[in-house]
Nanobody, 126 residues
Framework: QVQLVESGGGLVQAGGSLRLSCAAS????????LGWFRQAPGKEREFVAV????????YYADSVKGRFTTSRDNAKNTVYLQMNSLKPEDTAVYYC???????????????????WGQGTQVTVSS
């Protein structure tokens, strides 16, 4: 099992930056594909980014491409989401998720992930 804990959320002005971290417990962190999702009030949870086991394959939602960067440090059991040029529409609760069985083809689907963090709030003011 994996436990995930996100941190780094907060309030930022439009155009600003935040870096989210997601720390995982367990000794098999490198066996998990890691995804980032977000959920705004009244909206469904949506895919943000995914990073493969060794970090060689990374995909982003079109809405964040060029502004967000995800990376992982398997030695520290941590995955990161660097968010630049933030917009008010990026306001949401951000979640990291892990799965040992998801393929990159299905990685945009939240139901394919087995473990989820508690989420961290990101608020972007205009």
């Amino acid at each position: 099992q994996v436990q995930l804990v996100e941190s780094g959320g907060g309030l930022v002005q439009a155009g600003g930056s935040l870096r989210l971290s997601c720390a995982a417990s367990g000794r098999t962190f490198s066996s998990y594909t890691l995804g980032w999702f977000r959920q705004a009030p009244g909206k469904e949870r949506e895919f943000v980014a995914v990073i493969s086991l060794n970090g060689m394959h990374i995909y982003y939602a079109d809405s964040v491409k060029g502004r967000f960067t995800t990376s992982r440090d398997n030695a520290k059991n941590t995955v990161y989401l660097q968010m630049n040029s933030l917009k008010p529409e990026d306001t949401a609760v951000y979640y990291c998720a892990a799965s040992s069985r998801v393929s990159l083809a299905s990685s945009r689907i939240s139901s394919t992930y087995d473990y989820w963090g508690q989420g961290t709030q990101v608020t972007v003011s205009s």
